[in-house]
């Protein structure tokens, strides 16, 4: 049997400064499909079409958490703090594993059908000489080069975690909180993608689809400021789920998890709470451990988490890997570009 997908996709962004690091930013493009088209052949039965919408099944699973804890704060990692275990505690584990749960491309026990989420990271050093940048100040000039690594990014991305028989349409970016001095530009990342072609670089693949009315929208992501249930509270959740990945993303690589560490009782004191919370997504990056054999995992091509930088005039793209004792193979760590 060969199946086959079209997704139509909502990106969820978010940025972070690195911790322990004063010079590299980052960003997460969270890809959650709005509706998926699945087309399954069979040789004997034909081919069976059916179509799964995976944000309500999502948000039902965000509410469940929220209710079960009695927890309606805003997820936000680097804002977890304190030597106690506490409830809202539990809350974010289990928000962060929801996460690696949205995943999945095979069974799952959280939802009734996979989700096919998937997500991509990108670092990035702060830039020191932004002549070669547009605009008439320092200002529009730092926004520009973040522009251009985000759509380096998005084109990675899409070309790296989809294929010819997973296709995707991008509809829509949103963003985490209105910018210090403007939007982002949806001509530089979105539409400039598209004219790739044109000025000489490498166009989309045929797989990949920028909708026509592709938009980049920026909101809040507070959920408490908006009416329970409307787009813009499921979109503050959605956007707070992408942060948390991020921030285990960046505690995982970039300061090191103790996976010894036991939550008995509400209340036990401990050293490493961003740790413990973020400790689904240090196992999911450590599965790249498994080489050849990560291909037969549900999580195998469902995210990717790479470092920029300019070297000899050029950009180089290498991986980043979980912060730990032992060493990655980078020879079996799959490549974004």
């Given at each position: 049997?060969?199946?086959?997908?079209?997704?139509?996709?909502?990106?969820?962004?978010?940025?972070?400064?690195?911790?322990?690091?004063?010079?590299?930013?980052?960003h997460?493009?969270?890809?959650?499909?709005?509706?998926?088209?699945?087309?399954?052949?069979?040789p004997?039965?034909?081919?069976?079409?059916?179509?799964?919408?995976?944000?309500?099944?999502?948000?039902?699973?965000?509410?469940?958490?929220?209710?079960?804890w009695?927890?309606?704060?805003?997820?936000?990692?680097?804002?977890?703090?304190?030597?106690?275990?506490?409830?809202?505690?539990?809350?974010?584990?289990?928000?962060?594993?929801?996460?690696?749960e949205?995943?999945?491309?095979?069974?799952?026990?959280?939802?009734?059908?996979?989700?096919?989420?998937?997500?991509?990271?990108?670092?990035?050093?702060?830039?020191k000489?932004?002549?070669?940048?547009?605009?008439?100040?320092?200002?529009?000039?730092?926004?520009?080069?973040?522009?251009?690594?985000?759509?380096?990014?998005?084109?990675?991305?899409?070309?790296?975690?989809?294929?010819?028989n997973?296709?995707?349409?991008?509809?829509?970016?949103i963003?985490?909180?209105?910018?210090?001095?403007?939007?982002?530009?949806?001509?530089?990342?979105?539409?400039?993608?598209?004219?790739?072609?044109?000025?000489?670089?490498?166009?989309?693949?045929?797989?990949?689809?920028?909708?026509?009315?592709?938009?980049?929208?920026?909101?809040?992501?507070?959920?408490?400021?908006?009416?329970?249930g409307?787009?813009?509270?499921?979109?503050?959740?959605?956007?707070?789920?992408?942060?948390?990945?991020l921030?285990?993303?960046?505690?995982?690589?970039?300061?090191?998890?103790?996976r010894?560490?036991?939550?008995?009782?509400?209340?036990?004191?401990?050293?490493?709470?961003?740790?413990?919370?973020?400790?689904?997504?240090?196992?999911?990056?450590?599965?790249?451990?498994?080489?050849?054999?990560?291909?037969?995992s549900?999580?195998?091509n469902?995210?990717?988490?790479?470092?920029?930088?300019?070297?000899?005039?050029?950009?180089?793209?290498?991986?980043?890997?979980?912060?730990?004792?032992?060493?990655?193979?980078?020879?079996?760590?799959l490549?974004?570009?």
């Amino acid at each position: 049997m060969s199946v086959k997908r079209k997704s139509e996709i909502i990106i969820y962004q978010d940025e972070t400064v690195v911790p322990n690091s004063k010079n590299l930013k980052g960003h997460i493009f969270y890809f959650i499909p709005e509706k998926i088209e699945i087309i399954e052949e069979t040789p004997l039965f034909g081919s069976n079409k059916f179509i799964i919408e995976p944000p309500q099944l999502l948000f039902q699973q965000i509410m469940k958490i929220r209710t079960k804890w009695n927890s309606n704060h805003k997820f936000h990692h680097s804002k977890i703090s304190g030597r106690k275990w506490q409830k809202k505690n539990f809350a974010e584990k289990e928000i962060v594993n929801l996460a690696v749960e949205s995943l999945r491309k095979f069974k799952t026990n959280q939802f009734k059908y996979p989700l096919f989420c998937k997500f991509a990271i990108i670092y990035y050093p702060k830039i020191k000489d932004i002549s070669n940048y547009g605009g008439n100040n320092k200002k529009e000039k730092l926004l520009r080069y973040d522009e251009t690594l985000l759509r380096f990014l998005l084109k990675g991305a899409v070309h790296f975690l989809y294929n010819e028989n997973d296709k995707v349409i991008i509809k829509k970016i949103i963003c985490d909180g209105e910018p210090s001095y403007r939007n982002l530009n949806e001509d530089r990342i979105l539409k400039r993608i598209i004219s790739d072609d044109i000025i000489g670089k490498s166009p989309l693949r045929e797989y990949v689809t920028i909708s026509e009315k592709a938009e980049i929208i920026h909101q809040n992501s507070d959920h408490n400021l908006f009416e329970y249930g409307n787009n813009g509270f499921i979109n503050a959740n959605f956007l707070q789920l992408a942060d948390m990945i991020l921030g285990s993303v960046n505690h995982s690589c970039f300061i090191g998890i103790n996976r010894n560490k036991i939550i008995l009782n509400t209340g036990e004191k401990i050293f490493d709470k961003k740790g413990i919370i973020s400790v689904p997504i240090y196992e999911l990056l450590n599965k790249r451990k498994r080489g050849r054999y990560f291909v037969y995992s549900s999580h195998y091509n469902t995210f990717t988490i790479s470092k920029a930088y300019i070297k000899d005039g050029k950009w180089q793209f290498e991986n980043i890997n979980t912060k730990e004792q032992t060493a990655f193979d980078n020879n079996k760590i799959l490549k974004l570009f």
